[in-house]
Nanobody
Framework: VQLQAFGGGLVQEGGSLRLSCAASGFTFSTYDMRWFRQAPGKGREWVADINTSGESTRYIEAAKGRFTISRDNAKNTVYLQMNSLKPDDTAVYYC????????????WGQGTKVTVSS
């Protein structure tokens, strides 16, 4: 099983980034997909998730209106479009897969670093 996140980088405040997470080794379309982040010196926090079909999404309050999670089951990939980025969004972003109904994610990616400069 692999979840490879990429697309992070350095961006100025107000800018945009699109994170991608490519999955392999499991039946991607049967898992809810999630994005988490961990800021320097802080614990990991949930950012967004999307159900198996892509029809239902949820976001942390701080991401609402700025971030959009989406998925392409044909490409086994989940995305996180991040707009109007703020320095507080600086973190390592991780994707994960959770079987529907499960409390916790089963599979985790390695993370991609996002740095937002002011």
């Amino acid at each position: 099983v692999q979840l490879q996140a990429f697309g992070g980088g350095l961006v100025q405040e107000g800018g945009s980034l699109r994170l991608s997470c490519a999955a392999s080794g499991f039946t991607f379309s049967t898992y809810d997909m999630r994005w988490f982040r961990q800021a320097p010196g802080k614990g990991r926090e949930w950012v967004a998730d999307i159900n198996t079909s892509g029809e239902s999404t949820r976001y942390i309050e701080a991401a609402k209106g700025r971030f959009t999670i989406s998925r392409d089951n044909a490409k086994n990939t989940v995305y996180l479009q991040m707009n109007s980025l703020k320095p507080d969004d600086t973190a390592v972003y991780y994707c994960s897969a959770r079987f529907p109904g499960a409390l916790k994610s089963l599979y985790w990616g390695q993370g991609t670093k996002v740095t937002v400069s002011s």
